[in-house]
Each structure stands twice: as C-alpha cells, then as structure tokens.
C-alpha cells in the first residue's frame, strides 16, 4: 500500500491533512481537491518482486469534513 496512514484534523479555521506514502515516486504525486474530496494520486516506485503484481498507479480519495474556502489551499511536501 503506498499510502499507509493518513491522518485528517480540522481546527475552526483549516483542515491539515497528513498523508504518508510509501514507495512511490514523489515526482508523479498529484493532489487535487474539491469542495467535498482530496484526491491523492500517483505511481509506484519501479521497484518490485519478480512474480507479482504490481500495479503502476495508486489513488486515495478521502472526504472532508466540511468544504474549505477554495481560494486559500497550501500543500507541502
């Protein structure tokens, strides 16, 4: 699983949303946020057993609680 934890607190003025990923390229990470959703997107890093699946992509969609105010969002890496 590339996302293995995510953690979601919201304050009376924010929402932080901690995501930890796991092997993964963090260059292909995409996050994009709606009034209701995050959707947290990407690849898996190229390494891999021989002999089993692997898919290349991953995706996480994660309610909000409430809508936030879509003209003040910061990310952080």
Known sequence: MPIWE??????????ILKAYLSE?????IDVKISQETILIEGEWDESS???YF?????????PLPYS????????SW
């Open 49 to 51: 057993v021989e002999g």
């Open 54 to 62: 692997h898919p290349c992509r991953f995706q996480s969609l994660i």
């Open 6 to 15: 995510i953690k979601l607190h919201d304050t009376k003025t924010e929402v």
């Open 68 to 75: 936030p105010d879509c003209g003040y969002i910061c990310t």
């Open 24 to 28: 993964v390229q963090l260059n292909t």
